[in-house]
């Protein structure tokens, strides 16, 4: 349920009507948007409460919300979340580059690869210190040895940094470490992963599970808000359907219509989302063109021995800029903004 309230409406009177809602043992969640504010009512509310809302001064309208996700919804927040992180905007105007290797494997080819990332115009590393793989005999990672040495490249090259969170013990190390925290298509329904990482105020890029429904994922985003973090995007990439011909098939009408059930930004991974690296980029401009609102991209300076197996849809580093190349001339048509040359990020 959610309380709509008057545009002249003061602050005080806000706390008033949302002090009367929290009363009745339930949660009140205010958004203020550009036109109007939104109290959002969470848990089970008496049936007089709606009637009580309506007869206030203050409210115009109250509506009852029938999805199971409620934060996460639209509905309670009309207007685009935006997250800013050290000078970089995520669901605003300007499109979101994160580009980088699967994994971590040493000092010299993370530093190497963040170099090349900022060369090009992207804003955030991506690099996994942590893997969760298919086989248990396959390479899992470095470790906390390989968060610090993403974080000392983005540092020195001025790049924010994604890495892979796996359980609930390593969100706090990850946290320290990382200025995203990613959730892999496996764990999205990790909720005591996800109940911790409400915990924090660390930014999270939810990826959608490969068998799941957009309202399995955003109800899988709603535990992460409703532990308190507001910091969420959504990532589409891709899912498991009949066709053997790619990786995953990558689903673009997610991207709009996540946007029309959402306000949460929405981000695509075209790299596992075909895991074929001559397809990478034109997914890349069809998902910008589907309306994304930043893009993670494997990059490696050696995708044939790569230690994760995964160089087939990693893109060579030339492949990289000539992308955001493309991109810098595409973003305008889509809505967007994106110039090769950024700025340093301010730590």
């Known amino acids: 349920m959610i309380a709509v309230t008057s545009s002249h409406i003061s602050d005080e009177r806000i706390a008033e009507i949302v002090h009367h809602i929290e009363k009745q043992g339930v949660q009140a969640h205010v ?10 009512i969470i848990g089970k509310a008496d049936p007089k409460l ?5 007869q206030m001064s203050g409210i ?49 080819q ?4 963040a170099r090349l990332v900022k060369a090009a115009g992207g804003q955030v590393l991506r690099g ?43 969100v706090d190390v990850c946290a320290e470490h990382a200025d995203i925290l990613q959730v892999g298509t496996r764990n ?20 959608r599970g490969f068998s799941s429904t957009y309202d399995e994922f955003l109800n899988a985003a709603e535990y992460i808000l409703a532990g308190g973090n507001p910091n969420v995007m959504l990532c589409e990439r891709g899912i498991r359907t009949f066709e053997t011909y790619t990786r995953n098939t990558l ?29 990478v980029e034109t997914m890349c401009k069809a998902s910008v063109a589907a309306g994304a609102d930043g893009l993670i991209v494997e990059m490696h300076t050696d995708p044939d021995n790569s230690m994760t197996g995964d160089g087939v849809q990693s893109l060579f580093p030339d492949q990289f800029a000539k992308l955001l190349q493309d991109l810098e001339k595409l973003a305008p048509l889509c809505g967007k903004t994106f110039e090769t040359k950024k700025e340093p990020i301010h730590s």
């Open 110 to 113: 993370i530093d190497e690869i």
């Open 251 to 279: 689903d673009l009408t997610a991207i709009p219509v996540l946007h029309q059930l959402s306000h949460l930004p929405v981000i695509s991974d075209p790299s596992h989302g075909t895991g074929r690296r001559e397809l």
């Open 188 to 207: 999205m329904q990790n909720f005591d992963l996800l109940r911790k990482l409400g915990t924090i105020q660390t930014p999270v890029l939810l990826k």
């Open 50 to 54: 709606a009637e009580q809302l309506r």
């Open 60 to 108: 115009e309208n109250v509506i009852k919300i029938s999805k199971s996700y409620k934060l996460a919804s639209r509905d309670f927040h009309p207007d685009n979340t935006v997250i800013s992180i050290k000078g970089v905007e995520i669901g605003g105007n300007e499109l979101v580059i994160m580009g980088g290797p699967c994994a971590v494997e040493s000092p010299e």
């Open 128 to 170: 996994g210190a942590f893997k969760p793989r298919t086989g248990p005999y396959s390479f899992q990672g470095v470790g906390v040895e390989g968060l610090e040495m993403m974080a000392e490249a983005g540092k020195k090259h001025g790049l924010l940094t994604i890495t892979e969170v796996m359980t609930p013990e390593y």
């Open 31 to 40: 958004s203020k948007g550009t036109d109007r504010t939104v109290i959002g």
